[in-house]
C-alpha cells in the first residue's frame, strides 16, 4: 500500500528526518513512536505533500500503491489526497475553512470524489458526523460555534467516510476526552478490519500502541532506529531508545505506590 525508502527531508541549514524505510499492507495498524521533535509528523506530512515552506524532500522515495508521489502532477495528488489517501491532523483547527459551514465543506468532499446526488451526499455526510456521535445540527454550524472536541470528530468523520486506503492519523485523540477517544480508536479500528485499509498512525502514547498497533517505527531524532511487529517490539526491544520510552510509560495499576507519593507530598505541606 505504501513504500517509503530513505526519505530524507531537509531545510537550508540540516537535516531533519534521515534515510526513513518503512511498508504498510492492507490491514496494517503501523504505530509511528517517539518524543515530540522526533520527526514523526513530518514524515507523515510528506506522503500528502504538505511539507512546510521551509522544508523540502532532500531524497528518497514514496510510493502509493504503484504512483511515484514526489514527482506526481499537483491535480493527480490532490484527487488521490481525501479520496484513497485521508489525513486526521493534530491540529484540527485547520481541517476546516472558518467561514463555511461543516456540511458544505463535507459535501464538497464528495462532490470532488463521487458520483453521488445532492440528497445522497448529504445523508453519508450525516452519517459520517453521527458515526462520531455528533448531532446533525452540526452539518450546519460554523467551525467556530464548535468545541475543540466537536471540530475534532468532525474533521475525524471527514476524513474517514470516503472509506480511505490509507488513513494518516497524527496524534488523532489530542482534544478529546477519553471515552471519545476509545470510541474514535474503535472506528479507526473497524475502518482497518471492514475496508482493508492501511493506518500510520503518529503518537507518543505507548499504551495506545499496546492496544491498536499491528506494527511499529521508532523514530530518534529523526531516524527510525528501531521497527518490527508489535509484541516482538514491545517485549524484547533491542535499541535504548526503545528501553526508555518503554520504561516512561506510567504504571496505572501501582494505585498503592502512587497514593503513597500523594500522602507525602500533602504531609510535607
Excluded at 452539518?139 to 470528530?153: D, E, F, N, T, V
Excluded at 476526552?177 to 500510520?200: F, M, P, W
Excluded at 495499576?253 to 503513597?260: E, G, K, N, Q
Aim: net charge positive.
Amino acid at each position: 500500500m505504501l513504500r517509503m525508502n530513505n526519505l530524507t527531508i531537509k531545510t537550508e541549514d540540516e537535516r531533519i528526518v534521515q534515510n526513513v524505510s518503512l511498508q504498510l499492507f492492507r490491514g496494517d495498524w503501523y504505530a509511528l513512536v517517539g518524543e515530540s521533535g522526533s520527526g514523526k509528523s513530518i514524515t507523515a506530512s510528506a506522503i500528502g505533500g504538505l511539507l512546510p515552506g521551509n522544508l523540502q524532500v532532500d531524497y528518497g522515495e514514496i510510493y502509493f500503491k504503484k504512483h511515484d508521489l514526489l514527482y506526481m502532477k499537483k491535480r493527480e495528488k490532490s484527487l488521490l489526497l481525501g479520496n484513497d489517501i485521508a489525513y486526521i491532523f493534530q491540529d484540527y483547527t485547520g481541517a476546516f475553512t472558518p467561514f463555511l459551514r461543516i456540511g458544505k465543506q463535507m459535501d464538497e468532499v464528495l462532490r470532488t470524489h463521487t458520483q453521488l446526488l445532492r440528497t445522497e451526499r448529504k445523508r453519508k455526510a450525516l452519517d459520517a458526523l453521527q458515526s462520531v456521535k455528533l448531532e446533525e445540527m452540526i452539518y450546519s454550524s460554523y467551525p467556530c460555534q464548535l468545541s475543540g472536541g466537536q471540530l475534532q470528530r468532525a474533521a475525524i468523520a471527514s476524513a474517514m467516510m470516503l472509506n480511505p486506503s490509507l488513513l494518516i492519523a497524527d496524534e488523532p485523540t489530542t482534544a478529546l476526552d477519553s471515552i471519545t477517544a476509545h470510541h474514535i480508536l474503535q472506528l479507526i479500528l473497524k475502518l482497518t478490519s471492514e475496508a482493508n485499509c492501511a493506518v500510520l498512525f503518529i503518537t507518543h502514547d505507548l499504551r495506545l500502541v499496546k492496544k491498536y498497533a499491528t506494527k511499529i517505527g521508532v523514530m530518534e531524532k529523526g531516524r527510525i532506529v528501531e521497527t518490527g511487529k508489535k509484541n516482538e517490539v514491545l517485549e524484547d526491544p533491542q535499541h535504548p531508545y526503545t528501553k526508555m520510552l518503554l520504561k516512561a510509560i506510567p504504571k496505572l495499576l501501582d494505585t498503592r505506590a502512587r497514593l503513597c507519593v500523594g500522602m507525602e507530598d500533602h504531609h510535607e505541606e
